[in-house]
């Protein structure tokens, strides 16, 4: 089931312009490629405020890559997927000092796309912090759109193709500081 038409978007973000997005693809040949992937992009000015998302089949890495991001941004203690729970929040000293939360969503067990509406999630959405998803999709329309969207694709048990693609201007500059 398709979320109805008149439901409106999370929160507003003007997409880049022209629809010619940037794009860059990557290759990982290790896990490490992933941890240094992510020592870049938690570096990255802008951050705290952006909306990512991560995209691949079942054990492409998509949390594996959140993460050595959450480690990159000196979250401690034990980083667990949120299948289960749809959301975790963590914070991360390394927003600071515009954000000190990293929304960690999995919308992998959503069946309808307004569960998202049900959840609350647009106040979410609509506070600081850094938000990551994975299986977007499952949400449909009703997320802003993606400042990063992040595609994963295994090549093998270890090698990854990764195509970041990016969906606004604040996207733009995330990937061109990359």
């Known amino acids: 089931m398709t979320a109805a038409p008149h439901m409106p978007p999370i929160v507003e973000t ?3 312009p022209d629809a010619a997005a940037p794009a860059r693809t990557l290759s990982w040949h290790t896990e490490d490629d ?3 992937f992510a020592q870049r992009l938690a570096a990255q000015p802008g951050l705290a405020h952006a909306f990512i ?5 079942l054990g492409a890495g998509k949390t594996t890559l959140v993460r050595h991001l959450l480690r990159a941004l000196g979250v401690q203690g034990r980083v667990k997927s949120p299948t289960y729970a749809v959301v975790e ?4 000293p390394g927003l600071a000092p515009e954000a000190t939360t990293v929304w960690h969503f999995d919308f992998y067990r959503f069946d309808d796309p307004r569960e998202w509406e049900d959840a609350g999630f647009r106040d979410i959405f609509a506070s ?8 977007p999709e499952k949400a449909a329309a009703l997320t802003p759109p ?3 969207a992040i595609h994963i694709e295994a090549i093998d048990d270890n090698q990854r193709r990764v195509t970041l693609q990016a969906g606004t201007a604040a996207g733009r500059s995330l990937l061109m500081g990359l």
Do not use: C, M, R
């Not at 998302?53 to 089949?57: I, K």
């Not at 600081?128 to 299986?135: M, Q």
């Open 14 to 16: 003007p997409p880049v």
């Open 34 to 36: 992933t941890a240094a």
């Open 53 to 57: 998302t991560l995209h691949g089949d």
């Open 89 to 92: 929040p963590h914070e991360a």
């Open 128 to 135: 600081p912090g850094l938000k990551v998803a994975e299986w």
């Open 146 to 148: 993606a400042d990063i």
